[in-house]
């Protein structure tokens, strides 16, 4: 399957918010009306958010990872920093085990080194560990996980 991974575009709300909804459903919540509506404008008006979508060759989406940037605010006694916390990586079942997830993490990495973030966080569900932990991420407690810049160098 040709994958093409790219950053999400306004116009990609409701595809990023259709999946968030997929996710939530898998992990067996129950789905309020107009949540794809709630959804997608929360998302248009958090400018503190990086999310890369996945799409088959004919525009279906296939997943996504989104993460919230966040900045250390200045102090005498450290660097300013930035990182990543990943709220949610998604691949959809039928596209599960074609390395996505992989290539999602890829991509918000790659955007992290251009724009001054240091680490990715983000907390593991049990099924997802191997998956993060084939990525780089290492485990301080059970479910917290993180990756740092320089791990990989």
Known sequence: MSTVIRLALSRDALAVAA??????????????????????????????????????PDGRPLGMVTAAVITKLPSSRRPVSRWLHV???FVTPDARGA??????????????????????QLNAV??????????????????????????DR
């Open 19 to 56: 999946l968030t909804m997929q996710d939530d459903r898998e992990s067996g919540a129950t789905i309020e009306e107009g949540f794809l509506d709630r959804y997608a404008a929360a998302w248009l008006a958090d400018r503190a958010r990086v999310t890369f979508l996945a799409e088959a």
């Open 87 to 89: 709220s949610l990586l």
């Open 99 to 120: 390395g996505i997830g992989t290539s999602l993490l890829e991509a918000l990495r790659f955007w992290g080194g251009e724009h001054d973030v240091d680490r990715m």
């Open 126 to 151: 049990p099924q997802a560990r191997t998956l993060y932990e084939r990525a780089g991420f290492t485990s301080p407690t059970a479910r917290f996980m993180e990756w740092h810049a320089n791990s």
